[in-house]
């Protein structure tokens, strides 16, 4: 949350070692998203409603500017239900101390129509008609539910007359998030209503590890979510990121009428592996969200605060590669670096033809089946980014073009597989679709941002992203390498290339006073 000048992130911590366990809610600070300070945790067990963990949540500011947390507690029968908290002292700008009042936790106990061992993660607060709503993940066998409660003094809660939302065959709902965001400028609230404003409802799935939403309609009238006819509800659905990324939760910065998005990467190497490097998971770079002009999806960019990290910076323009050509990018920290790349091309004649069976296959599946190192028609082309300098480690992030129909298939991948000689790596292929219609202007745009273990990629200024965990254990430091290539039988053209070394921001060192 944002309040009183100071960014807020609570996060899921252990303080007793890098693997799951021992949950508190860990408190950092920042005054511009990039620079953060540790206090000592906000939340951690203490009281009968929380003593076996204190979960996710979220901070809704109410009105009079006072802010309060709900979240997820577990009791001695191993319940899962939800708590109040509230700082002790509000004009503490840090909001050090939190106070779970006794008369009022849990505010909210599961009855017997939920299944207490999934009933978790309440989102932010909205009001509408004069009463306070929030929704709690859960679960019904195989059925999604987004449980919705209802209260008029948000101390009391009471369960509404039905969901918010149920999808069918996706398992527990975990860490839900419901939020508008406007097709123009305009309105940034659940109140809100009209054709300026879409909702989304997010969810993250906790059978697939990965995080859906949809796009739709909040009616006010009947306290119901519809999701729009073409937004694919569950496993098929559209993902924030299509790469190792989870648990997320946006909030409204209202010091810039802007909505940032956070998100958790966890590890892919091994618990032994965390354990000696003493910490397991990173936040992602925080996002800027917005509807994209189509009302058929998000778009995501990294917030503008990242820039002034940049520092020497490199340029590349009209540069043509053909069939297996690569360049390679010098004179910047490959290892920690702002990538940003525009290619072009003349013709589509020379894509590959999609294939019918992709359509059941998730992108990763195609992704995996051709690589960046098969030649192609149009691609692969992208970048190589943290290679080695004999290529025995890189991570490739690249385009594929397919011919589908009278249109075109655009695939982003980021692919693991040779990323690493370590062993006991999960080293997967990710990818996605890229929503744009590539024959009208025959131009892709690419951003990476590359942080050691780190490849986080936009496409086509953000319609679809990859987050990738990769340990390289030869492409570290200044012996990284990073490269432009082409691998398809159409010459593609670099027409703009800009990359700048990354500087260290102040990584969650303590506060001082």
Known sequence: MYFNGYYHLFYQYNPKGAVWGNIVWAHSVSKDLINWEALEPAIFPSESFDINGTWSGSATILPGNKPVILYTGIDSKQNQLQNYAEPKDVSDPYLREWIKPADINPIINPDNSVNASAFRDPTTAWKVKGKWHILVGGKHDMLGIAHMYLSDDFKKWVKAPHPLHTVQNTGMLECPDFFTLPCESGAQTLEETGEKVKHVLKFSLDLTRFEYYTIGTYDHKED???????????????????????????????????????????????????????????????????????????????????????????????????????LEVEGITAFQADVEVLFSFSSLEKAEKYESKWDKLPAQDVCHEKG??????????????????????????????????????????????????????????????????????????????????????????????????????????????????????????????????????????????
């Open 372 to 513: 960046s190192e098969k030649h192609g028609g149009v691609g692969p082309f992208g970048l190589i980014t943290l290679a080695s300098e004999a290529f025995e480690e890189f991570t490739p992030v690249f385009f594929r073009i397919f011919q589908h129909e009278s249109k075109h298939k655009v695939l982003l991948c980021t692919d693991a597989r040779s990323s690493s000689l370590g062993k006991e790596l999960y080293k997967p292929p990710f990818a996605g679709w890229v929503n744009v219609e590539i024959e009208k202007e025959k131009k892709l745009s690419l951003k990476s941002l590359i942080d050691h273990s780190v490849v986080e990629s936009f496409a086509a200024g953000g319609k679809t992203v990859i987050l990738s965990r990769v340990y390289p254990t030869l492409a570290v430091l200044d012996d990284a390498y990073l490269h432009v290539f082409n691998n398809g039988s159409e010459p593609i053209t670099v027409e703009t290339l800009k990359a700048w070394s990354m500087k260290k921001p102040v990584m969650n060192v303590p506060v001082k006073n």
């Open 224 to 326: 119901k979510y519809i999701p729009d006819e073409d937004s694919v509800d569950g496993w098929d659905g559209l993902r924030f990121d299509y790469g190792n990324f989870y648990a997320s939760k946006t909030f409204f910065d209202q010091s810039k009428n802007r909505r940032i998005l956070l998100g958790w990467a966890n590890e892919s190497d091994s618990a032994k592996a965390d354990k000696e490097k003493g910490w397991a998971g990173i936040q992602a770079i925080p996002r800027e969200i917005s509807m994209d002009k189509n009302g058929k999806q998000v778009t995501q960019w990294p917030v503008k605060e990242l820039e002034s990290l940049r520092e020497k910076e490199v340029k590349i323009s009209s540069k043509q590669l053909k069939k297996g050509e690569h």
